[in-house]
């Protein structure tokens, strides 16, 4: 069937350079919180394996019209595509894409792993590879768990696969902290930086390092 490529990943900058030699990247996305921390990540990997990030490009949230932003990617001459932010988003500018005839690679994040996705891009979506930082596909009673009462709770939302999860892991893990360490925010920060075992979550095994970032 037609659709995005799922990628369990190490991360959104290794797949472009790793896969096949590409130097110019761009990348497109919005500048919410949610998408600004990882932009961090994948400028400084990108960095790291030679391929700079070429050019950034911003849009709001929910357009319809990217011509301006698709106008100067194609004067840039990039080789590929990263697209960070919503599917529908991601599924509009691939379509846009593909109307103006750049065939250049297109590598989105897990958002974009979605069936609003598929639907918006249709057959444009073909070839596509999204990062995805967990496994959800794995077999996990609590996995199973956490999606069933999420999709009771809310019947008609999607984001089980992506916010949901990552909110119910990091959620348990702060009650846990609190537990431990009282409410004491410096407390609560070292016993989870020290904590010497990975924390079990329903996206997989979570190991924090002392810069309070999964590793």
Not at 56 to 61: D, F, I, L, S, T
Not at 76 to 99: F, N, Y
Not at 162 to 179: E, P, R, S
Not at 199 to 205: C, E, I, N, R
Request: charge should be negative; proline fraction near 7%.
């Amino acid at each position: 069937d037609q659709g995005a490529q799922r990628e369990d990943p190490a991360g959104a900058e290794d797949q472009p350079a790793r896969r096949v030699d590409l130097d110019r990247l761009p990348r497109l996305g919005d500048r919410r919180p949610a998408v600004v921390a990882p932009l961090e990540l994948l400028r400084d990997g990108s960095r790291r394996l030679g391929h700079p990030i070429a050019l950034e490009m911003a849009y709001e949230v929910g357009g319809r019209d990217f011509s301006l932003q698709l106008q100067r990617l194609a004067e840039a001459k990039v080789d590929a595509v990263v697209h960070w932010g919503d599917a529908a988003d991601g599924a509009r500018i691939l379509r846009q894409m593909r109307a103006t005839g750049m065939k250049q690679p297109y590598y989105a994040c897990d958002r974009c792993v979605a069936d609003e996705f598929l639907q918006i891009a249709g057959p444009d979506a073909e070839g596509v590879v999204c990062t995805y930082p967990w496994d959800p596909t794995r077999k996990d009673p609590t996995l199973d768990r956490m999606r069933e009462a999420f999709r009771k709770m809310f019947p008609d939302d999607p984001e089980v696969e992506t916010y949901a999860a990552h909110g119910y892991d990091g959620m348990n893990m702060l009650i846990w902290a609190i537990q431990v360490a009282g409410l004491n925010r410096a407390k609560i920060r070292d016993v989870l930086a020290y904590r010497t075992k990975p924390w079990p979550g329903v996206t997989g095994d979570i190991q924090l390092g002392a810069v309070l970032w999964s590793e």
